[in-house]
């Protein structure tokens, strides 16, 4: 059954999911207890803070706000709150404009950084005029070592727009009061804000007393009279940019650094090490005492030695609180994750311009760049108290316990000897996997030409088996990057980009400007149908959309009203005819843009929807066939061409039943979800007939029983091999 048979069951965002106990939770009142994980209490407290509108992009790790606000549907009705799944981070940006005219409070949310430099025009148009409703940003800091975006820090774009940064620390009862603070913050200073959850933080769990969720003063169901009398200042436009500046120094500012401190949203821990202190950017603060436990600093429960000045508002700075917790320390650390040091660089400026001699030190103990893990943590720390050495405290002590620490990491890896890297990879069966085996295929004739790569599932064909690909230069971005490479190779290019990043950008950005620019080169467009890397959303062409039916755009007549005149549609698992259509496209004499559509739903989205079904039918004592691919291990050469152009991670190998054959052969795993690809590979590429197919029947009719048993003592004796005899009995 494809999706578009299921459409009008499903009112969800995000495909095959349900968050029913998630929008419980943003259902609770005064009163009662919230427990979970940090990216709902962001929700909830969005939901407490009175919002008339929520909009955003998905990326990991805030995916799940915009999720669960669209499940959510029915409670955000009777609040009046619209919920746009924008198509882009520029749209979800430009959204918020509707809090620089009206008292309407607004939150978005994307990944960051890249999400933010998708956004950064919107934004800076949004930052010039300033806001009269609170103006929010849920940003999940996409950085460290489980990120997947490049490595920048969102904090460089809240300095330039004068948009401030609230960093809070990981603890839901903080988290939920930055964002209620957040918004009035906004409001105060009229400036918007933007707050940062790294990846932990959206999945710290906890608990926070929850309040009654607030129906905002005008919504969609106290809608707003009119538009206000014509304010040009409200235009990010020239001459009134020129006063936009002054007010973003002069009064927002100042407005913004009065209200942080009179809430007191940073948060000073004492402790009895007086003469040195910490700062640390809110969002560091858990790893922070984690390492202080370490090294017996800090008890078990969060209790510090040393005094910590902790940045739940990561900027602006305030310069008063940054004076009196340095004033009578010696020295302070800096902990500030990420390059440049922004805040070490402020901090040193404020205590020079008034005068004070604290010593500080924070890129240099601790790391320019990469992740402030525990273990750097612990390092740094201790090397922070080796330079300053207060009284009292035993440095050399901690120096030996952050090396004992330390040491412990290599002998804990040599006692669980070599593991096998794990690089990711496609899921089983995804069907995009067979378009860069065929184009394998395909450059075994041809030779290699460029490839653009782009985000999305499809980038994982740039790791092994793989390695396909030269360049990465953004969401939607594979065909304009290459406009500069086509027209100066002999071989025309490829570029690749998923119906996700079609959407989101590449349309314009890649195929208008390639057609305005009678360009040339091939663009392969995997259709899965979702953007599938994020958690499986819609988009303007999944064949159901969240509102039930479907949205009714497709990439295919899109395509054609641009003006593309070569266009092939093909089913992915189809190696043989992909490779083909590949080397036409490739070939061709005709010049101009040639498109070809890689059509196969994505995998995990149908093994979903095919694993509930299945379960059902079972219940009902319905048949039920599962496919499964296997090899003849008799048959197998051990050559393993079938791996190097497939990699699925359910095709791996075994020893050799023979004792004459030291290679190991191939084998299918139990994992196979029978998309066919071993096969169509055996057959493309031309390799040994050891790939079987067969049929596991459940709750059969009795004449597959009768068939069954038949087969099972005809076989042998017909000398059938053992796999072969399985096959045929299936
Ligand atoms: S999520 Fe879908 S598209 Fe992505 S790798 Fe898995 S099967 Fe393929
Ligand atoms: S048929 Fe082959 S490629 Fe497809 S899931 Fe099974 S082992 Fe993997």
């Known amino acids: 059954m494809t999706a578009g048979g299921r459409a009008g069951e499903r009112t969800g965002h995000a495909m095959e999911r349900s968050f029913k106990k998630e929008v419980e939770a943003l259902r609770l009142g005064d009163g009662e207890t919230f427990r979970g994980e940090g990216i709902l209490a962001v929700t909830k407290a969005l939901l407490q803070a009175g919002v008339s509108y929520v909009g955003g992009y998905q990326g990991a790790p805030v995916s799940h706000l915009l999720d669960v606000m669209v499940d959510a549907e029915d409670l955000l009705a009777d609040l009046g709150v619209h919920v746009e799944t924008c198509t882009n981070e520029a749209s979800a940006a430009a959204m918020l404009g509707a809090s620089i005219n009206y008292p309407l409070r607004g939150a978005v949310t994307w990944k960051s950084i890249v999400g933010t430099n998708v956004a950064a025009d919107a934004l800076s148009n949004l930052a010039s005029p300033g806001v009269v409703g609170g103006a929010m940003i849920i940003l999940g800091e996409d950085y460290g070592e489980g990120a997947s975006v490049i490595q920048e820090r969102s904090y460089a774009y809240a300095m330039k727009s004068a948009m401030w940064l609230l960093d809070p620390r990981p603890d839901l009862p903080t988290i939920v009061r930055m964002v209620e603070k957040g918004f009035e913050l906004s409001e105060a200073s009229h400036a918007p804000v933007m707050l940062e959850l790294r990846i932990r933080a959206c999945h710290v769990t906890g608990e926070f007393p929850a309040k009654d969720n607030r129906r905002a003063e005008f919504s969609g169901v106290n809608r707003l009279a009119g538009p206000p009398r014509f304010d040009y200042a409200r235009l990010s436009h020239p001459p009134v940019t020129f006063l936009h500046e002054k007010l973003k120094v002069e009064e927002r500012e100042p407005a913004a650094q009065k209200y942080i401190r009179a809430e007191t949203l940073n948060e000073v821990?004492?402790?009895?090490?007086?003469?040195?202190?910490?700062?640390?950017?809110?969002?560091?603060?858990?790893?922070?005492?984690?390492?202080?436990?370490?090294?017996?600093?800090?008890?078990?429960?969060?209790?510090?030695?040393?005094?910590?000045?902790?940045?739940?508002?990561?900027?602006?700075?305030?310069?008063?609180?940054?004076?009196?917790?340095?004033?009578?320390?010696?020295?302070?650390?800096?902990?500030?994750?990420?390059?440049?040091?922004?805040?070490?660089?402020?901090?040193?400026?404020?205590?020079?311009?008034?005068?004070?001699?604290?010593?500080?030190?924070?890129?240099?103990?601790?790391?320019?760049?990469?992740?402030?893990?525990?273990?750097?943590?612990?390092?740094?720390?201790?090397?922070?108290?080796?330079?300053?050495?207060?009284?009292?405290?035993d440095v050399d002590a901690i120096a030996a316990r952050q090396k004992a620490i330390a040491a412990k990491k290599p002998a804990?890896?040599?006692?669980?000897?070599?593991?096998?890297?794990?690089?990711?990879?496609?899921?089983?069966?995804?069907?995009?996997?067979?378009?860069?085996?065929?184009?394998?295929?395909?450059?075994?004739?041809?030779?290699?030409?460029?490839?653009?790569?782009?985000?999305?599932?499809?980038?994982?064909?740039?790791?092994?088996?793989?390695?396909?690909?030269?360049?990465?230069?953004?969401?939607?971005?594979?065909?304009?990057?290459?406009?500069?490479?086509?027209?100066?190779?002999?071989?025309?290019?490829?570029?690749?980009?998923?119906?996700?990043?079609?959407?989101?950008?590449?349309?314009?950005?890649?195929?208008?400007?390639?057609?305005?620019?009678?360009?040339?080169?091939?663009?392969?467009?995997?259709?899965?149908?979702?953007?599938?890397?994020?958690?499986?959303?819609?988009?303007?062409?999944?064949?159901?959309?969240?509102?039930?039916?479907?949205?009714?755009?497709?990439?295919?007549?899109?395509?054609?009203?641009?003006?593309?005149k070569w266009l092939r549609k093909v089913r992915t698992y189809g190696v043989a005819k992909m490779a083909a259509t590949l080397?036409?496209?490739?070939?061709?004499?005709?010049?101009?843009?040639?498109?070809?559509?890689?059509?196969?739903?994505?995998?995990?989205?149908?093994?979903?929807?095919?694993?509930?079904?299945?379960?059902?039918?079972?219940?009902?004592?319905?048949?039920?066939?599962?496919?499964?691919?296997?090899?003849?291990?008799?048959?197998?050469?051990?050559?393993?061409?079938?791996?190097?152009?497939?990699?699925?991670?359910?095709?791996?190998?075994?020893?050799?039943?023979?004792?004459?054959?030291?290679?190991?052969?191939?084998?299918?795993?139990?994992?196979?979800?029978?998309?066919?690809?071993?096969?169509?590979?055996?057959?493309?590429?031309?390799?040994?007939?050891?790939?079987?197919?067969?049929?596991?029947?459940?709750?059969?009719?009795?004449?597959?029983?009768?068939?069954?048993?038949?087969?099972?003592?005809?076989?042998?004796?017909?000398?059938?091999?053992?796999?072969?005899?399985a096959q045929a009995a299936a």
């Not at 205590?351 to 390092?379: C, H, N």
């Not at 450059?443 to 064909?461: K, L, N, P, V």
């Not at 390799?687 to 009795?702: D, G, M, Q, T």
Request: glycine share 10%; hydrophobic share 40%; aromatic share 6%.
């Open 269 to 393: 821990f004492p402790g009895d090490i007086a003469e040195i202190g910490i700062v640390t950017l809110g969002g560091l603060y858990n790893g922070l005492l984690r390492a202080l436990e370490r090294l017996g600093l800090a008890d078990l429960f969060g209790n510090a030695r040393t005094p910590i000045y902790c940045l739940n508002v990561a900027y602006p700075l305030i310069p008063e609180e940054v004076r009196a917790f340095c004033a009578s320390k010696r020295a302070v650390l800096i902990v500030e994750e990420g390059n440049p040091d922004y805040v070490e660089q402020a901090i040193n400026t404020e205590l020079r311009r008034a005068d004070i001699q604290t010593r500080v030190l924070g890129k240099g103990p601790l790391p320019k760049a990469g992740e402030y893990t525990t273990d750097v943590l612990l390092a740094g720390i201790a090397a922070f108290l080796a330079e300053v050495r207060p009284a009292g405290v």
């Open 412 to 564: 804990a890896a040599a006692a669980v000897g070599e593991l096998p890297v794990r690089p990711p990879s496609f899921c089983t069966g995804c069907p995009e996997r067979p378009v860069f085996t065929a184009l394998k295929l395909a450059q075994r004739e041809i030779g290699a030409t460029h490839i653009s790569s782009d985000i999305g599932c499809h980038s994982f064909a740039t790791l092994p088996p793989f390695s396909l690909g030269n360049s990465i230069l953004g969401y939607g971005m594979s065909l304009a990057s290459a406009a500069g490479v086509g027209p100066n190779m002999e071989k025309r290019t490829i570029a690749v980009m998923g119906d996700g990043g079609f959407w989101h950008n590449g349309l314009i950005t890649g195929v208008a400007s390639n057609l305005f620019n009678r360009g040339d080169g091939v663009l392969v467009i995997m259709q899965n149908g979702y953007t599938s890397a994020t958690g499986l959303q819609y988009m303007p062409s999944s064949r159901v959309s969240r509102q039930g039916g479907a949205a009714g755009m497709d990439v295919e007549s899109t395509l054609r009203a641009f003006g593309v």
């Open 583 to 725: 080397k036409e496209a490739l070939r061709s004499a005709e010049r101009g843009l040639k498109v070809i559509i890689a059509d196969g739903e994505c995998q995990l989205a149908r093994q979903r929807r095919a694993r509930a079904e299945d379960a059902e039918k079972l219940k009902r004592g319905e048949r039920v066939v599962r496919t499964r691919y296997g090899v003849d291990d008799e048959i197998c050469t051990g050559d393993h061409s079938c791996i190097r152009l497939s990699g699925c991670p359910s095709l791996t190998v075994k020893p050799s039943p023979d004792p004459l054959r030291t290679d190991p052969v191939a084998a299918v795993i139990e994992s196979c979800v029978g998309c066919g690809l071993c096969g169509e590979v055996a057959h493309a590429a031309v390799l040994c007939p050891s790939f079987y197919r067969a049929e596991i029947v459940k709750n059969p009719s009795w004449y597959e029983r009768t068939r069954h048993a038949l087969r099972r003592r005809l076989l042998p004796i017909a000398g059938a091999t053992k796999p072969q005899a």
